[in-house]
């Protein structure tokens, strides 16, 4: 059998993209895919496309039952305690300060964490063994996988951290992977969702700020619906609402309210937006925060824009 | 093609190539992803209610794949338990830490217990490891589920077998490269080492590898396959 040539082009990113997401980048390489990674939605797609098939790997290994002191020890362990956000769990509390048992890594879908915690960079530092029966080795704990929020402000433009820079990606990531999920939302909030077919997005917008750079949020249109996954887009007042503007090509209209979603956790997340109208013949989508209820003839300020994907 | 009476298997091949089309062809369909999907995602709301019976319920559906493949990766069973320990009373604090809208719960929660148990092997980084990773490569083919399972083993028998085959019809050096990686914990740089092969080839095989096991197992999800580039070693399919 002949030998492979060398990855080439944009082909190199994408081995580490599969590296990455099997826990198989070296920290020399992760340097170099921190470099590319950034808004770069073919590598996102390709971290999420390798987690789907990575679960099938974890299939394919031999049956072993887990020993029976393991379940009575593990329930043992679960102590009692106060519920936990139970309208929502589609985010991560705000309070949770350096916890003890971060799952971090690729196994972050919770923050989308494929792109930053969970790298061979940080698992060096990765944390130990809580209550286990044995414990080898337990390194300190990797540090700053809880990123705190930013200030409570609709937009939080400021934040231009590297974690700000994975989470860009994330976003997209995220977009990618509202595709590739049946499930578009947490199902307290849209229950229909829940089995709904699987469906890749038709047409996506990466929105940023009219003067900034760096993703807000991005609007995954499919099938009729349309999701927005923030990025730093803090929640709305209860009083308020975030309205999504159809912005007509130059000289052929004004923009015109497609439809409005609340958003009500900081971070990563993906809401489904009420559409009003059809975003046919609008290639640019918008978003502005207004009064709830309203019907702005326009907006009253436009907190991040971008063009919709054909 | 029967398999012979005497038990004897034939090694990769096309034979076993065959064998496993027709394997796969017979299993039942497993249950919908979505399905699962919303079934697991509602557990783990009421997980966050505080009911530890959810948790119970949890475990019962996925404590054998997550202890399977901790195995697998560490090649003990004590760092086995301790990474589903760990990765399970994590759900059981942190429950928010998963997020339905981005993935089915058996997806987050091995690839949690894929990370910690990759953890637990580099942090240890002993000899027994490298024996360990090159059984991987070739315990997969022995792999028969044991008899008499319980009825809600089914899917992860159908599974199983389907990703096996898959691996099966790789190229030999891709199937190489992925199994190091996904169940031995290598990275590409000590791969590269392990076979003696220059890392950018490393990384090309487990591309492509990717590309085609995802190929194998086409119902995942509609997105687009890996886009790659032209194979020199040929694809499996």
Same mark, same amino acid.
């Given at each position: 059998m002949s030998a492979s040539a060398p990855p080439r082009g944009h082909d190199i990113y994408e081995a580490l993209a599969v590296a990455l997401a099997i826990d198989s980048l070296e920290p020399a390489d992760q340097a170099i895919f921190e470099e590319h990674r950034g808004g770069c939605v073919r590598c996102a797609r390709t971290v999420l496309l390798t987690l789907e098939v990575a679960t099938e790997l974890a299939y394919g290994v031999p049956d072993i039952d887990p020993p029976p002191q393991l379940r009575r020890r593990i329930l043992a362990a679960a102590t009692p305690r106060p519920p936990i956000r139970a309208t929502s769990l589609d985010g991560v509390p705000?309070?949770?300060?350096?916890?003890?048992?971060d799952l971090g890594?690729?196994?972050?879908?919770?923050?989308?964490?494929l792109f930053g915690d969970g790298t061979p960079a940080d698992r060096a530092a990765s944390d130990g063994p809580e209550t286990a029966p044995r414990t080898q080795g337990g390194g300190p704990r990797s540090p700053g996988h809880r990123r705190p929020s930013g200030?409570?402000?609709?937009?939080?433009?400021?934040?231009?951290?590297g974690s700000r820079r994975r989470r860009i990606v994330s976003v997209l990531a995220a977009a990618a992977l509202v595709g590739i999920s049946?499930?578009?939302?947490?199902e307290v909030t849209?229950?229909?969702?829940?089995?709904a077919p699987v469906a890749a997005p038709e047409r996506t917008a990466t929105l940023s700020p009219p003067a900034g750079q760096g993703t807000v949020a991005t609007v995954v249109v499919r099938g009729g619906t349309a999701d927005v996954v923030t990025d730093v887009l803090a929640p709305n007042a209860e009083d308020r609402q975030f309205y999504l503007w159809g912005v007509p090509a130059r000289g052929t209209g004004t923009p015109q309210v497609v439809g409005t979603f609340t958003v009500?956790?900081?971070?990563?997340h993906s809401y489904p937006v009420q559409l009003t109208?059809?975003?046919?013949?609008?290639?640019v989508l918008a978003i502005s925060e207004e009064a709830a209820g309203s019907t702005p003839?326009?907006?009253?300020?436009?907190l991040a824009r971008g063009a919709l994907s054909r | 093609m029967a398999d012979r009476p005497d038990g004897y298997r034939e090694p990769f091949g096309i034979r076993s190539r065959m064998r496993c089309v027709r394997t796969v062809t017979e299993t039942p369909t497993p249950p919908s992803r979505a399905d699962e999907n919303a079934w697991s995602a509602a557990l783990v709301v009421r997980v966050a209610a505080g009911e530890t019976r959810a948790l119970e319920e949890l475990y019962d559906r996925y404590a054998r794949p997550a202890y399977s493949l901790a195995r697998r990766v560490t090649g003990d069973p004590a760092f086995a338990e301790e990474v589903v320990q760990e990765v399970f009373l994590a759900v059981w604090r942190?429950?928010?830490?998963?997020?339905a809208s981005r993935g089915g719960f058996a997806s987050w929660l091995l690839a949690a217990v894929h990370h910690k148990a990759v953890d637990a092997v580099r942090r240890e980084e002993a000899v027994r490891r490298r024996a360990l990773a090159l059984q991987a490569v070739e315990g997969l083919d022995a792999s028969d589920p044991p008899a008499?399972?319980?009825? $809600?083993?089914l899917e992860e028998r159908v599974r199983g077998e389907r990703v096996r085959c898959a691996l099966r019809e790789l190229p030999e050096t891709q199937r190489e490269a992925m199994t190091l990686a996904y169940?031995?914990?290598?990275t590409q740089r000590e791969i590269a080492s392990l076979t003696n092969t220059p890392l950018g080839t490393v990384k090309t095989r487990m591309h492509r590898a990717m590309h085609n096991l995802r190929a194998a197992l086409? $119902?995942?999800?509609d997105l687009e396959g890996l886009p790659v580039t032209d194979d020199t070693e040929g694809g499996s399919r």
């Open positions: 705000e309070h949770r300060g350096h916890d003890e048992d890594g690729p196994a972050g879908f919770a923050a989308l964490d200030p409570p402000l609709g937009l939080r433009t400021a934040v231009r951290t049946a499930v578009t939302t947490w849209r229950p229909a969702a829940v089995t009500t956790t900081s971070g990563l109208r059809s975003l046919e013949g609008y290639p003839a326009s907006p009253s300020g436009v | 942190q429950p928010d830490r998963f997020q008499n399972r319980p009825e $809600d083993a169940y031995g914990g290598y086409d $119902d995942l999800s």
